[in-house]
């Protein structure tokens, strides 16, 4: 079936610093890319769409300026925090979509100290 | 908007008894309605969805779920649970049915099952 490859599972950076996380779909071109947010015990917030070769569409609240997303082709997208915070901690999702499948990647555990 | 609301927070469960999820759900427009499941600190893996024609769908691992569209619920439902079946679900709906729609997820529901 369809996998998306999310990198790195776990990240902790300090204060400050930006950090990369990376999805590829390993055996689909995912025409739409979506990042997610989860805080703990909590449900998954959209924060951006993006699609390959466009800018992203960012959600409502979301600071495009410190994530940073990009979707350079069918099989890779990045997500990128800028000048990271502690309360930038959390765990991001990606998801793949083509034709109404979605594919979610494992998941960043991201920590900032 | 769309909006996504899992009645239960917790269901605690004993092994080899019935579950139900509830997950009822508000949109203006038409959509498409997935349930996934979440074990601890991994992505989400697909237990079924309705895109379209019966509304009675089934899923992996025994689980199955039933669209209601005029009281605009798709509960997700298990005969027999397994301790194996303790995990975080989520109710989700499109954004509408066009391409690359994006999901929106409701907050959870902890199911919890004991021996």
């Known amino acids: 079936g369809a996998v998306v490859s999310q990198h790195p599972s776990r990240v902790i950076c300090k204060s400050g610093t930006s950090v990369k996380i990376e999805c590829r779909s390993l055996?689909?071109?995912?025409?739409?890319m979506f990042w997610y947010r989860q805080f703990p015990k909590q449900s998954l917030m959209l924060m951006a769409t993006s699609n390959e070769g466009s800018k992203a569409t960012y959600e409502q609240g979301v600071e495009k300026d410190k994530f940073l997303i990009n979707h350079a082709s069918l099989t890779l997208s990045t997500l990128t925090v800028t000048s990271a915070h502690p309360e930038d901690s959390s765990f991001y999702i990606c998801?793949?979509?083509?034709?109404?499948?979605?594919?979610f990647g494992s998941g960043t555990r991201l920590t900032v100290v | 908007a769309q909006s996504v609301t899992q009645l239960d927070s917790q269901v605690p469960v004993f092994e080899e008894a019935p579950v139900e999820l509830r997950c009822n759900y508000s949109s203006s427009v038409s959509v498409y309605l997935f349930w996934y499941v979440q074990y601890p600190n991994q992505g989400l893996q697909l237990l079924l969805k309705y895109l379209s024609g019966s509304t009675l769908v089934k899923g992996i691992n025994g689980f199955e779920a039933e669209f209601n569209k005029s009281q605009t619920s798709f509960h997700l439902r298990k005969p027999s649970v397994h301790i194996s079946d303790t995990a975080e679900y989520f109710c989700a709906v499109t954004r509408g049915v066009q391409a690359g729609t994006a999901l929106i997820f409701g907050k959870g529901t902890t199911l919890s099952v004991s021996s």
């Open positions: 998801s793949g979509n083509n034709n109404y499948g979605y594919t």
């Open positions: 055996d689909f071109q995912a025409t739409t």
